[in-house]
């Protein structure tokens, strides 16, 4: 079997790199699989990746030219990912020349994207947020609006309303695109929205260096090799950009002034910054794109807090567990979905910032019995990737028979 895998932006991402590892599973699978992106800055080494360079074409639709003159740099920004933006000739060339068996997209905003490749043979499309749904936003947290109409919501300025929403949804149902959602919110939506297009559940995956074995480093070792106090436990704040709004993590740390005792660490895009503003004196590893440096800090992190409502699959969760750092997460959740049956003592009603910075305190005191290492291991193993694999490629071939 013959697969391509699409991924509009750069593989160093959260979905970048969901993409890269299922590429790489399938090929250890047999699959040969083809990884087409518009950018690779992961220096992974993964045969089988086309750097191709921004998908669509560098000349603006009419539309955008017109918004740059109604509107500021700023609000045109915000715009830029709902927008039609036209796909450069040579990518389509590109995707016709490879005469593959299955097209699966894993991230596009783009609906000119979405509608090319939609009316190829067998096509799979990952879920990975709400926009296919909504008028364009990503993340509509605590709004429903989207299962009826967006026409007057102030977050997409008028600009995809809900007939442009149809017009997704038409694309994907003439294309008979089998969509593949991660987290059992999504999909429950998905099926009241779109309830006569495939779609299957297969959630997410970590990388599989994280479930590498033989790391035997002494803790307080590792913590002076970090630049850390082998006598003080951790707790963890983090992801791919901290000043995302999705993460939560600016409510968050609101909530941490309560807590002056505890020792942070913070990873992600814009930790100085962030750990200024909230004047938390925390420790700030930045982006972190070396998956080893990665896994040393979980490792030396006694606790992760993870602050989001609103994402579909919470992969540092799961990278969290499998380094033996308790996660605590909130409950009615897509992620409390596929938390609860293996560890409900470390959830906290959704949106209470301070009763996670609590729990959190409770579990660096001892004053709460901690899970156990291979709790945290089996956990991990919800989002291990062969296995993730494998269940993709079964529904490939339910598709191709």
Not at 164 to 189: D, F, M, N, P
Not at 216 to 226: P, R, V
Request: with cysteine; hydrophobic share 35%; charged share 25%.
């Amino acid at each position: 079997m013959k697969v391509l895998l699409i991924n509009q932006g750069d593989l160093n991402s959260g979905a970048g790199y969901a993409a890269l590892q299922l590429h790489r599973s399938l090929i250890q699978l047999g699959v040969k699989s083809i990884l087409l992106t518009e950018y690779d800055t992961t220096e992974a080494f993964v045969p089988n990746i086309i750097k191709f360079g921004p998908f669509h074409s560098r000349k603006l639709s009419k539309a955008m030219n017109l918004t740059k003159v109604l509107f500021n740099y700023t609000q045109l920004k915000n715009l830029n990912g709902y927008m039609k933006k036209p796909i450069r000739k040579d990518f389509k060339v590109t995707v016709d020349s490879l005469t593959v068996d299955i097209i699966h997209i894993q991230w596009t905003n783009n609906i000119e994207l979405l509608k090319f490749l939609s009316l190829k043979k067998n096509v799979f499309f990952s879920i990975r947020d709400h926009w296919i749904m909504t008028g364009g936003c990503a993340y509509p947290e605590n709004c429903s609006n989207f299962l009826q109409h967006c026409d007057t919501c102030p977050k997409t300025r008028k600009f995809e309303t809900f007939r442009h929403r149809q017009s997704k949804y038409e694309i994907i149902k003439i294309g008979a695109v089998h969509l593949l959602t991660l987290g059992s919110g999504t999909s429950e939506a998905l099926k009241r929205l779109m309830p006569d297009v495939p779609l299957s559940l297969v959630g997410n995956n970590i990388r599989d260096e994280f479930f590498e074995i033989g790391v035997t480093e002494d803790i307080d070792e590792l913590k002076i090799k970090l630049g850390l106090d082998p006598r003080k436990k951790y707790i963890l704040l983090g992801g791919v950009n901290l000043r995302n709004q999705h993460k939560g993590y600016d409510k968050l740390a609101s909530q941490l002034k309560y807590f002056p005792s505890l020792n942070i660490i913070l990873f992600g895009e814009g930790c100085d910054k962030f750990n200024k503003d909230y004047n938390l004196n925390a420790i700030c590893f930045g982006f972190i794109s070396d998956v080893k440096i990665l896994r040393e800090v979980y490792r030396c992190s006694s606790v992760y807090l993870f602050a989001s409502t609103s994402e579909t699959f919470g992969k540092t969760v799961f990278e969290a567990a499998s380094q033996n750092c308790v996660p605590i997460y909130f409950n009615d959740t897509q992620t409390s979905s596929l938390l609860r049956e293996h560890l409900p003592e470390m959830s906290v009603e959704a949106g209470d910032f301070y009763a996670m910075c609590d729990i959190g305190m409770k579990l660096i005191k001892n004053e709460i019995p901690r899970p156990t290492k291979t709790k945290l291991k089996s956990i991990a193993k919800i989002a291990d990737p062969l296995c993730n694999a494998k269940l993709i490629l079964d529904k490939y071939n339910d598709c191709s028979k």
